[in-house]
C-alpha cells in the first residue's frame, strides 16, 4: 500500500499542472459550499444570540417577521408604529416585569439610531443572557439636561473612530438624504458599548426625548419650512414620545407568555400584536429555508462540477499513460493494485482540495468577516470547523473517491486487456 | 527443436499450447513443446506478426492459453488464479520491452527499484546482500550506466541508457526468468551487440534463464540456444 501511494504521489505530482487546476476547481467548490453553509450557520447564530430574556417584542398589528427584523436585529425600515400610551399600558401591565420602548427611523452614517429609556442598559440581554456592558463612558442620562447624549455600540465606534466627547450629527430616515440630517441638534458620545456580536454593536442609542426633541421642528419627515428650534430652547417642549416602533417585554414569569400575548392581541385602543422571538425566528427560518436550500443546492452542483472536471483529467490523461501501466503489470503490478492507483490519485488530488478550499474559506473569512459585519451585521467568527462542516468535508471526500473509481474502473479494464503489451 | 528433457524442474515449459486472439478468426498461435532449462539463454526468432509478444505474454501469465499448459517453475498458470499468476511474475520475472520501460515520474533508481515495492520476495533477497539502493547502484554500475544519470528523472536519459535503467530492473532481487521483447530494437547497431552482451553476462551473474525475442536474426549469434517461433508453432504468420 506504502509502495502504491508513494507511486500515485510521484505519478500526480509529474501531472501537477493538469491536476493543479482540478484541485483548484475542487479547492474552489468546497471553499463555496462550506461557505455557504457556514454563512447560513452564523446569521441564525447570530439572530438567536441577540435576543435573549426577551417574552414579548410588541408592534404594530403586522408581519411578526419585519417586526422583528427591524426591533430586534435593526434591519430594514419599520412600517408601523404604536402609541406611547399603548407602550404605558404594557409598562404597568401586572404580568409584566420590565419594558424597554424603542423608536427607530433616524441613521448615523448608515447606523441605526434607536431612542430608547435607561433601562435598556440594565435589562437588554443577548447571547446567554449576558446584559450590556460600557467599555467606556457612562449611559445617556435619559433626562431633559441630558437629552443630547448618544452610547455607541462597539462596531460604530471602532469603523467611525468615535470615542467619548465626540459630536454626532444624525440623519432623518436610513437612507442618508442630502439636506435631511438634524444638524441644529448635534448628540454628544458619553459612552461606548462593549462588543455583542449582535446588532447592539452597530447601533447608536439616544433617549426617548432626544428622539423627540430632533423632531419637534420636523413634519412628514422634512424640516418644517421658517420654523427652527435651537437646542437651548427645545427643552421648553413637552417631550414625551408620542410613538415608538416597539417594545420589548420581560414578564414576570414565562408561564404567562401566552396569556400576554392574548392580552397584547386583545388591545382595545389600537390593533397591537406580540410576538415570541423564538416563534418569529422559526417563521423567518421558513421563509429564508428556500433559498438557503437553492443555495445549498447550486454549490453542492458546483463540487459534482469540479469533481467531473477530475474524472475528466484522470481518464483524459489514462490513454497516455498505458505503457506505464503495462511498465507495472510487469512488475508484478495486480489489475486490483492499478485500479487502487488511480483511485488513490482522484482521492489525493479531492483531499489536497478539500484541504485548500477549507484554507481559502478560513482565510476569506477573516479577511471579510469585519466588513461583513459592518455591513450586514453578521459576525463570521467561526474559526474551527464544526462537526456539520467536517461531516460534508469527508461527504466530499467520499464522493471524490467515488469519482475517481470511474477512471480506476477503466484503468482496470486496459490492464486486463493490454496486459504487457506496449498500446498506444 | 528440443524434446522435453527429463531434467529436474525446467524454468518454463510449454505443451500443446493453443491461444486465439479475441475477435480474431483463424488458427491462432500454437506452440507444441518448448522448455528452458536454468541458466539457459534462448533467442526466439519470429517475424513481426508471429505471436512472439503473444508468447510471452502467456508464459509471463498476462494471457490465458485457450488450451495446453504452461509452466513456469514448476507451476502450470492454468491452474492459477490471476493474483497468483501476478505475484508469480512479479517474485521470479524480469520483463524488458522494447521501449517506453520506465515510469517517467520516477528516478532512475526508483525504477530500478520498482519490482522490490511489489515482490517481498525480491526485496529480501536484495537486503540480504546489502541495502536497496546500493544494490541499484550495483546494478547500473554494471550495466554502464554513469553515476551522473542515477537520482535523476527517467525521462531525462537517452533511449539507449533506459534500456540499461530497465535491465537492471529486470535483474533485481534475482528472478530465475528474464524476458526480453526486442529490447534493442531502439538501439542503434553498434549498440546493440553490446547491450546483448552486458544482459546476458548480468543474467548469469544473477543465474537467471533468458528468453529473448526479436525478429532481427543479426543479434542471435550470442545465444547458446536459438530457435525459430514459425518452426515451433507451424502457423502460417
Same mark, same amino acid.
Given at each position: ?288 429555508? /428556500? ?10 452542483? /458546483? ?122 | ?237
Amino acid at each position: 500500500m506504502t509502495a502504491l501511494l508513494h507511486t500515485a504521489l510521484r505519478s500526480a505530482w509529474n501531472r501537477r499542472f493538469a491536476l493543479s487546476l482540478t484541485l483548484l476547481s475542487i479547492a474552489l467548490a468546497t471553499a463555496l459550499l462550506l461557505g455557504v453553509q457556514r454563512v447560513r450557520h452564523d446569521v441564525r447564530d447570530n439572530f438567536v444570540q441577540s435576543v435573549s430574556g426577551t417574552d414579548l417584542v410588541v408592534g404594530a398589528r403586522g408581519g411578526s417577521v419585519p417586526l422583528m427584523l427591524y426591533a430586534v436585529f435593526r434591519l430594514g425600515d419599520a412600517t408601523a408604529d404604536i402609541r406611547w400610551q399603548s407602550a404605558q399600558w404594557l409598562a404597568q401591565h401586572p404580568a409584566v416585569a420590565w419594558t424597554l420602548p424603542l423608536a427607530m427611523g433616524d441613521s448615523y452614517r448608515g447606523f441605526p439610531v434607536l431612542g430608547t429609556t435607561t433601562d435598556y442598559f440594565t435589562h437588554y440581554r443577548y447571547g446567554d443572557a449576558q446584559s450590556l456592558r460600557l467599555q467606556d463612558g457612562r449611559a445617556f442620562g435619559g433626562t431633559t439636561d441630558t437629552l443630547f447624549e448618544a452610547v455607541l455600540g462597539a462596531e460604530v465606534a471602532e469603523r467611525l473612530d468615535h470615542r467619548t466627547g465626540d459630536r454626532l450629527t444624525l440623519t432623518h430616515g436610513s437612507a442618508g438624504l442630502e439636506g435631511a440630517e438634524h444638524a441644529d441638534k448635534p448628540f454628544t458620545v458619553v459612552g461606548v458599548l462593549a462588543r455583542t456580536g449582535t446588532a447592539v454593536d452597530r447601533t447608536v442609542h439616544i433617549s426617548l426625548q432626544g428622539i423627540e426633541a430632533i423632531h419637534v421642528d420636523w413634519a412628514g419627515g422634512m424640516p418644517m419650512p421658517g420654523m427652527s428650534i435651537p437646542p437651548e430652547l427645545v427643552r421648553k417642549f413637552d417631550l414625551t414620545p408620542k410613538r415608538v416602533t416597539a417594545v420589548l417585554v420581560g414578564l414576570k414569569s414565562r408561564a404567562q407568555v401566552f396569556a400576554m400575548q392574548r392580552a397584547v392581541a386583545g388591545y382595545a385602543d389600537e390593533p397591537l400584536m406580540g410576538v415570541m422571538p423564538g416563534v418569529a425566528l422559526d417563521e423567518l427560518w421558513q421563509v429564508v429555508s /428556500v433559498g438557503e436550500r437553492v443555495m445549498l443546492l447550486v454549490s453542492a452542483l /458546483v463540487v459534482a462540477v469540479g469533481l467531473v472536471g477530475l474524472v475528466a483529467t484522470i481518464l483524459a490523461g489514462l490513454d497516455a499513460r498505458r505503457r506505464e501501466l503495462a511498465v507495472l503489470r510487469a512488475v508484478g503490478a495486480r489489475p486490483l493494485h492499478i485500479l487502487l492507483l488511480l483511485a488513490l490519485e482522484g482521492l489525493l488530488v479531492t483531499v489536497a482540495g478539500v484541504l485548500l478550499g477549507g484554507a481559502l474559506l478560513a482565510l476569506l473569512s477573516a479577511g471579510l468577516g469585519p466588513w461583513v459585519e459592518a455591513q450586514y451585521g453578521v459576525a463570521l467568527r467561526s474559526v474551527a470547523f464544526n462537526a456539520d462542516e467536517l461531516g460534508l468535508l469527508a461527504a466530499i471526500i467520499m464522493a471524490g473517491t467515488l469519482a475517481s473509481l470511474v477512471p480506476a474502473a477503466r484503468a482496470y479494464r486496459l490492464s486486463l486487456a493490454d496486459g504487457l503489451s506496449q498500446r498506444f | 527443436m528440443t524434446p522435453a528433457p527429463a531434467e529436474p524442474t525446467p524454468v518454463v515449459a510449454l505443451h500443446d499450447l493453443h491461444y486465439r486472439w479475441p475477435g480474431q478468426a483463424g488458427a491462432g498461435l500454437r506452440v507444441p513443446t518448448l522448455t528452458l532449462v536454468a541458466g539457459e539463454h534462448l533467442f526466439l526468432h519470429g517475424p513481426s506478426g508471429s505471436g512472439k509478444s503473444t508468447l510471452l505474454g502467456l508464459v509471463a501469465g498476462v494471457l490465458r492459453a485457450e488450451a495446453g499448459s504452461v509452466r513456469v517453475l514448476g507451476q502450470a498458470l492454468e491452474k492459477l488464479g490471476g493474483a497468483a499468476r501476478d505475484r508469480l511474475r512479479g517474485e521470479h520475472m524480469g520483463i524488458v520491452f522494447q521501449q517506453f520501460n520506465l515510469l517517467p515520474y520516477l528516478s532512475v533508481i526508483d525504477n530500478v527499484l520498482l519490482p522490490c515495492r511489489f515482490s517481498a520476495r525480491r526485496r529480501a533477497r536484495v537486503l540480504q546482500a546489502g541495502s536497496l539502493h546500493s544494490e541499484a547502484t550495483r546494478l547500473l554500475g554494471r550495466l554502464g550506466l554513469p553515476e551522473d544519470r542515477w537520482q535523476k528523472a527517467a525521462t531525462a536519459l537517452s533511449v539507449g541508457e533506459q534500456q540499461r535503467v530497465a535491465a537492471a530492473r529486470a535483474l533485481i532481487g534475482r528472478p530465475e526468468l528474464l524476458i526480453a521483447d526486442e529490447p534493442t530494437s531502439a538501439l542503434d547497431a553498434e549498440r546493440q551487440q553490446a547491450f546483448i552482451d552486458l544482459l546476458l553476462q548480468e543474467a548469469d551473474e544473477a543465474g537467471a534463464t533468458v528468453l529473448f525475442v526479436s525478429h532481427d536474426m543479426r543479434l542471435a549469434a550470442r545465444f547458446a540456444r536459438v530457435a525459430s517461433l514459425t518452426e515451433l508453432s507451424g502457423v502460417a504468420a
